[in-house]
């Protein structure tokens, strides 16, 4: 098969950083990896510069296709990095470089898994597809949104996707967990219009657009959206509570009822502070407009928020939610790119995602999980496809994935890379 390795070097050498994306070098190596391997390969692109591959399986039809997905588009190299983002060098048991969690490395262990299901002899059930997609970490408009709406045809019966993020550990009372993403929140952008009158520096205004934006965005530092309580959050929390005993088990169950959920996230402590998102709609303030002369007060002033909301929930419904906190002293326009998440998660593929994990690691705990951020599953989703965060990894202890995602030093273990493909592999093998 592959040697994974270089292969994961070769793409982490292929600088697709997004914006622009350029990502064809990337789609064109593993094109040429694939169709060495004797399989036939399409790609589709909005635009030359930026292509997506299509590869796929044939099955014997005894179930719906499986759709593999990833990308080879990564985010700008930034902070200070202890090696080349781009060198993609192989130091301490590590493949150091931009990309090798998010998510080269990942589409590496999906191509070797890929290439071995096509060299057994036995058929998979139904149809293996394999997708190799541009631009995740912008919207998606030259990848997934752009094959979900304009070829929606090659993904025709597909039930359920494999993508990012999911299937690597965290520890939890000498417990190792795996969470699944079977949810994520997806983005809303709201645009809030702040006015008041206008004047000469020199005379100062009093309760002025200015004095109205600091007032809201110290409303928003201070006060949190509802609580909700999403299925799969629920079905996370539960199995967490299952394996856990003692304060940690009491605080977890506390979450499972809205009345006690908000001073139950705030015990948990800063080891379980990633569950806020799960439970909140949220804003984050990022940019601020207003004002084009040092010595002229503005009379209209925009704020941007960057708004992620929970599954199940309409957009009118978060508006309401957010006018509560920022009061009426602003217009709120939201805009959003039509993305959705399941509200209520499919789990028919959960439990055979869940043994091939147990199969390579015995003490894995796999549980769902709802993904605070987005990925290219909630384009599918608009398909009824119902997406899993999948990318099995071993992470040595006291390695932080989500302060290494991007950030600086962004590394994967070697091992994690023939861990993922003898899972996925697995899991494409066994799939029924």
Known sequence: MTDKIELLRSLVRI???????????????LESVLTDAGLE???YALVPERPNLIARIAGR??????LLQGHVDVVPATGQWTRSPFGADVVDGFVWGRGTLDMKGPVVMMVDAFLRLAADPTPPAGDVILAILADEEMQGRFGAQFLVREHPDLFHGVRYCLGEFGAFPFRLQGRRFYPIQVGERVGVEFLLTIEGPAGHGSMPIRGGAMAKLGRILRAL???????????ATRLMVQALADHTSGPTRLALRRLLAERTAGPALRALGPQLAMFEPMFRNTVSPTVVRGG???NVIPGRVTLGLDGRMLPGVSVEEFERELRAVVGSDCGIEAVTDGATSPGDPDLGLFDLLAEALRRHDPEAIPIPFLLPAVTDGR?????????YGYTPMTLPDGFDFQRTVHA????IPVDALDFGSDVLFDVLRDYA
């Open 408 to 411: 600086a030093d962004e590394r």
């Open 292 to 294: 084009d002369k040092h």
């Open 61 to 66: 039809g005894t179930a719906p296709p499986l």
């Open 15 to 29: 600088e697709t950083v997004n914006p622009p994306g350029n990502e064809r070098p990337a789609i064109r190596l």
């Open 41 to 43: 390969v399409a790609t």
């Open 221 to 231: 530092d201070r006060r949190r959206l509802p609580i909700h309580l999403t299925p």
């Open 379 to 387: 384009w599918f989703a608009q398909l009824g496809i119902q997406p």
